[in-house]
T-cell receptor, first 110, second 114 residues
Framework: NAGVTQTPKFRVLKTGQSMTLLCAQD?????MYWYRQDPGMGLRLIHY???????AKGEVPDGYNVSRLKKQNFLLGLESAAPSQTSVYFC?????????FGQGTRLTVV | KQEVTQIPAALSVPEGENLVLNCSFT??????LQWFRQDPGKGLTSLLL?????REQTSGRLNASLDKSSGRSTLYIAASQPGDSATYLC?????????????FGTGTRLKVLA
């Protein structure tokens, strides 16, 4: 049982480059989330989705876009990466009370 | 706006000690509270989930309590072991969120010394 899988696990980008982070869940959950984790700031919500075809902004959405074309996948895009987007990104899915998290993507923007 | 605070930010204890980690939140209107463990460079592992109607949950050496009226939760770890060394995060789901969004604390980094 895979749960929540994130790809890639590590990535280094140059300022201005673009990339897409993929989150896949095999639990048929409706809700999916993207968080970023920075030292001393905890996890902050970037975007979320309440079902296939839906997306909404979280606490820190600027500089990111998302898509949920299939229920099991939630994509996070960076159109023009900035050093301030250096962080660890976590995806989560949820159905009911409990959420399940992926292992994270460590992104460095130089 | 819901805020979640965890004190202390870091804790170092000798092996075998019983310890308590604290989590406080500003708005008692929550669906539930969840405790997670995060190992360095890893994702979050769920430890205990307490629904708003519950007072505590137990799993092995872990016991979590919830006092909604005072906006507090504690995670009790009995007979700590070096393998318990990790960062512990608490998160609440505000009722006002409507979409089951978590609000996280900044965590307590625990080190258990052998």
């Amino acid at each position: 049982n895979a749960g929540v899988t994130q790809t890639p696990k590590f990535r280094v980008l140059k300022t201005g480059q673009s990339m897409t982070l993929l989150c896949a869940q095999d639990m048929n959950h409706e809700y999916m989330y993207w968080y970023r984790q920075d030292p001393g700031m905890g996890l902050r919500l970037i975007h979320y989705s309440v079902g296939e075809g839906t997306t909404a902004k979280g606490e820190v959405p600027d500089g990111y876009n998302v898509s949920r074309l299939k229920k099991q996948n939630f994509l996070l895009g960076l159109e023009s990466a900035a050093p301030s987007q250096t962080s660890v990104y976590f995806c989560a899915s949820r159905q009911g009370a409990e959420a399940f998290f992926g292992q994270g993507t460590r992104l460095t923007v130089v | 706006k819901q805020e979640v605070t965890q004190i202390p930010a870091a804790l170092s204890v000798p092996e075998g000690e019983n310890l308590v980690l604290n989590c406080s939140f500003t708005d008692s209107a929550i669906y539930n509270l969840q405790w997670f463990r995060q190992d360095p460079g890893k994702g979050l592992t769920s430890l205990l989930l307490i629904q708003s109607s519950q007072r505590e949950q137990t799993s092995g050496r872990l016991n979590a309590s919830l006092d909604k009226s005072s906006g507090r939760s504690t995670l009790y770890i009995a007979a700590s072991q070096p393998g318990d060394s990790a960062t512990y995060l608490c998160a609440v789901t505000p009722i006002t969120s409507g979409t089951y969004k978590y609000i996280f604390g900044t965590g307590t980094r625990l080190k258990v010394l052998a």
